[in-house]
């Protein structure tokens, strides 16, 4: 009888060490190959300089309150309330021991398109990688050539505040497995070139969906109400509905949404508040075509 226990038990363990495997297998670190990131050449500053506002860099990473050539100053230090604890902003200046000035091309490329830190961890989807990870490679080259122009900061973030289970940083690979992926948010019918370019601008390095999309108790997007808004991630208050189904922006058009994007204003000329003021002043620096791509763009997603 012993020995018959024996080997159920040591069945049992191999079917645990076996199902640990495989899990491991799924949900584990998977940055790209050193390849993907060879031979880019030199980084095009100016494109680099249109993501880093498209992607509101600053928004995030800057000194709360800061103005002017203070938003290039990416010291990080914000905290970012969650259900999930409180984030704190990591500092992405070129600053060799507080920032990311020592971290390679493919360390920062990973960070951003794969969710992976430089020591080879998950990162925390706090970060918005899930969106930045339809950047090109040669994306990822411009943006981190220009961020390397920019001021050196020694501000030194705080930890982030996690309660268990979610400080465990392996459980990121699950969350990862279950949401994580490159995919277009939407299918769409137009196969204009100005909405594709808004597409790519929205679920990519405008990362849009972040704020207005709302989530499932883990944290992941519920896909069939993209863009519907939903509560604030952060707990204050709810985002709006941004789709053609909105019961306010719905009946904007394209013009009325280029010229809020650019301005501030809303067509019955209330003026943008909360947090997206930041974005509106983010976005407001690129260049009219891109304004009008993302208006396109959601003018074309299924109305919610």
């Known amino acids: 009888m ?4 024996a080997k159920v038990l040591g069945a049992g363990a191999v079917i645990v060490a076996i199902g640990a495997g495989i899990a491991w297998a799924l949900t584990k670190p998977d940055p790209h190959p050193e390849s993907y990131w060879a031979g880019l050449g030199e980084p095009d500053l100016a494109s680099g300089e249109q993501l880093f506002w498209a992607g509101g860099c600053a928004s995030c990473h800057a ?5 002017g050539d203070a938003l ?4 990080g230090g914000r905290a970012l309330p969650t259900a999930f604890g409180t984030f704190h902003i990591p500092n992405i200046s070129p600053d060799a021991q507080a920032g ?7 360390e920062f490329g990973n960070a951003m398109t794969r969710g992976v830190g430089p020591d080879g961890e998950h990162l925390y989807p706090s970060f918005p990688y899930g969106s930045y990870a339809r950047l090109s490679a040669g994306d990822i080259n411009d943006l981190f050539g220009y961020l390397k122009t920019l001021p050196a900061s020694s501000n030194v973030a705080p930890p982030h505040e996690l309660q268990f289970p979610y400080s465990i940083r392996l459980a990121v690979g699950g969350w990862k497995y279950l949401y994580f992926n490159d995919r277009p948010r939407v299918q769409l019918a137009s196969a204009d070139e100005k909405v594709r370019r808004g597409q790519f601008l929205v679920e990519g390095p405008g990362h849009c969906g972040e704020c207005h999309t709302p989530r499932d108790a883990l944290g992941g997007f519920q896909p069939d109400r993209w863009l519907a808004g939903g509560p604030n991630p952060e707990g204050r208050g709810s985002i709006p509905n941004i789709t053609p189904g909105s019961e306010d922006m719905g009946s904007w058009s394209e013009g009325d949404i280029v010229s809020y994007l650019e301005t501030g204003f809303t067509p019955d000329f209330d003026s943008v508040g909360g947090s997206m003021v930041e974005v509106q002043q983010n976005v407001a620096h690129l260049p009219k075509s891109d304004l009008e791509a993302i208006a396109a763009y959601l003018k074309a997603v299924p109305a919610r």
């Open 2 to 5: 012993a020995s018959r226990w």
């Open 63 to 67: 000194a709360a309150g800061a103005q």
């Open 72 to 75: 290039k100053v990416l010291s």
């Open 100 to 106: 990311i000035g020592n971290w390679t091309l493919a």
